[in-house]
């Protein structure tokens, strides 16, 4: 048996060795917030938090979590990003969204004001198919207004 953090509550879990925290995530606590798309560490859209700082899940096998945090789009629900996403549309089939907003919510952690060139830098592992990253951008820029 596995003992999780995620999103301030802990959790038990049965995962065979090699399960990603991914799949955990989403099959084993039901967190389907955390999105699946390439599944091979080139996308971003399984982009969760571990101790406030951004990694994918799908290529980050469960057991080597520990006593790390989980951070998933689940316990970012009250974050200003997630309305600041809707003020500027930043969303086409949203797939993406999730991965987006918890990298934005690291980065803004530690960088409040970031300016286009460090949000674009931040953000370069969160790929978008519909092209949304200039709302992407103008959400990020306008998080606390
Ligand atoms: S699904 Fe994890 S990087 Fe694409
Ligand atoms: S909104 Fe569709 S992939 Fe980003």
Redesign the pocket.
Known sequence: MLELRVNGGAFELDAPVGTSL?DALRDRLGLTGTK???????????TVQLDGVPI?S??TLVHSVGEREVTTIEGLRDHPLVEAFVRADALQCGFCTPGQIVSAAALVETDPEPDRDVIRHAMAGNLCRCGTYPRVEEAITTWRA
């Open positions: 991914a699946i798309a390439c599944n091979e560490g080139h996308c971003g859209a399984c994918l799908c290529i």
